[in-house]
């Protein structure tokens, strides 16, 4: 009786936290050791549509689940409210563990969400994820740098906090660093018109949907023919595509193949 | 003793297998669970110097584990001689898991271990990691990327494969991409003589050794005072140093009283 009264007291003292966790690309086992044991340790689970639901497994029974939708697309759950809901079930719950699809940065909204909390004085811990814009082309075999081939990395979003093309697009396709945007399917047409004004019609490209899925789709060309073969393969934009230009894409085991291709049909 | 035969049997009989797997930034809880499982399932573990050694528990302990050095600095260890290791490895013992420090893609050359085991016909496996570029300065609380802040991420190595000044670099000070530059502490000097050129000296910069681990350094300023500050910080080149340019660096949480000494000192 002393020890139930006593377990109701420490309900009643409930220490928040929140803690972010990147879930990585897709694939539920590329989530780290240490999201794990944050989900382990979780009170309250909030997670969005890109995560896969088997990760909710690793929480306790009586954790609560909160799901939130897709935070660039639902408005049912724009980022305010996720960030109210996170600071709400920390004061009231304890540990709130929320878990996103990525890696938490690149055009993750992780700092948003971590400053949101610390506002309220909210300990907060961050837990990175795998980020798509690296693993999801190398687990294809498109490396995004390799010695003598390409040399650097230039990640940028489709559009700017504008919603408009983001105007460093131009920019990154006039250097020599492969590219890869993200949230940029619906803008790939006027993507693809920036490299073709550049001369650069004949530079390698590939486009990748559900990368680490199990309904993977993968488009591999040149600037002047990826929009055909992005509608041959069925691609959309239900679920997380990626773009990628440059001579990394050569290294995918099909692309000289394609090439061949091309060169008979004389592209 | 019939059974025993069998397994002395199953032993003659080897099926060749190369695991390539990012152990992430340094911290060991930040390896995937996927990771884990192909260490759990390893005949053979190669390892280098960037790898925290606890991860080594997670093989059987009957597996075998090889040291195989700083693969960019010790001469012992070529790239030539990790490759062939891990082939020799493969076909006489049975999976390999070749384990290294980083996520594979971003300047760790893994695609030429991939296609180094491809060329004998060993059956490979990718499993990637969380990349320190966007990881480490993420967990110091600069995000690459934020929201009217900075809207594109560059990722370059500090010097081409020639050893010299990466040539690109150039061009990345000029962008408005958040830059950051691995493997670039010892051309320090030479990036920030570029940013002063372009008349870039009050750009906020940060400088991480260790990033993830306990031994982690940080220094922060702007590009007129990062050598500096790094010295005092005794930050050197014994572990990883990754360098970091751009607005994304004034929302690490000590900026704004770096700010307010600089502008006192009239800097």
């Known amino acids: 009786m002393e020890r139930q009264q006593y377990s109701e007291l420490q309900k009643l003292y409930v220490e928040p936290k929140i803690t972010l966790v990147g879930a990585g690309p897709g694939d539920p086992d590329l989530i780290s050791v240490k999201g794990v044991k944050a989900l382990q340790t979780a009170d309250v689970v909030i997670y969005d549509a890109l995560v896969d639901e088997t ?11 909160v799901y939130v939708g897709n935070p660039s697309g639902d408005e049912n759950f724009s980022q305010a409210t996720v960030n109210r809901l996170m600071v709400d079930y920390a004061l009231n719950f304890g540990h709130v563990v929320r878990l996103k699809g990525g890696d938490l940065f690149v055009f993750g909204r992780g700092y948003e969400e971590v400053e949101f909390a610390a506002s309220y004085s909210v300990e907060t811990e961050i837990i990175p994820g795998i980020s798509s814009a690296i693993s999801v082309p190398g687990l294809q075999g498109i490396p995004v ?4 081939n390409s040399e650097s990395l230039w990640i940028l979003s489709g559009t700017d906090s504008d919603g408009l093309l983001n105007s460093e697009i131009k920019e990154a396709a006039d250097s020599k660093a492969t590219v890869v945007v993200l949230l940029g399917f619906e803008q790939l047409n006027e993507i693809v018109s920036i490299y073709k004004k550049l001369g650069k019609g004949r530079l390698p490209a590939a486009v990748i949907q559900n990368g680490s899925m199990k309904n993977e ?8 023919t990826i929009e055909e073969v992005v509608e041959e393969q069925s691609i959309d934009n239900a679920g997380p595509v990626l773009l990628i230009f440059g001579q990394a894409v050569t290294l995918h085991k099909d692309f000289s193949r394609i090439l061949n291709f091309l060169e008979q049909e004389n592209y």
Do not use: C, M, S
């Open 55 to 65: 990760l909710l497994n690793y929480a306790p029974k009586e954790a609560t689940r």
């Open 145 to 148: 740098t390799h010695k003598g």
């Open 217 to 224: 789709k993968i488009a591999i060309g040149i600037v002047n």
